[in-house]
Nanobody, 120 residues
């Protein structure tokens, strides 16, 4: 059994900052790419940023220079530091991870989602 537990969402004013965390636990052997997705009302879930186990990162254009993804491999945790937030960043944010279990089976796992609302 593997769980991804997110935290850090909330309500923030435009221009503000939030830091999301996602910790993976359970029968984990190794984690490859970890990522953050978001889903705004009426829209499909889409990737925001990703990070490989070696630390290579990718971002969508709209968050470059504002968001930073990082991870702590010892803690099986991924973070998303979000600065200069805009109303269009409002969404439910989900973490995602490619996890190799101790049973030697791979699976993509999802967190439960955390709401981020940017509003004055």
């Amino acid at each position: 059994q593997v769980q991804l537990v997110e935290s850090g969402g909330g309500l923030v004013q435009p221009g503000g900052s939030l830091r999301l965390s996602c910790a993976a636990s359970g029968n984990i052997f190794r984690i490859n790419t970890m990522a953050w997705y978001r889903q705004a009302p009426g829209k499909q879930r889409a990737v925001v940023a990703s990070i490989t186990s070696e630390g290579r990162t990718n971002y969508i254009d709209s968050v470059k220079g504002r968001f930073t993804i990082s991870r702590d491999n010892a803690k099986n945790t991924v973070y998303l530091q979000m600065n200069s937030l805009k109303p269009e960043d409002t969404a439910v944010y989900y973490c995602n991870a490619d996890i190799l279990r101790t049973t030697m089976q791979w699976n993509q796992d999802w967190g439960q989602g955390t709401q981020v609302t940017v509003s004055s």
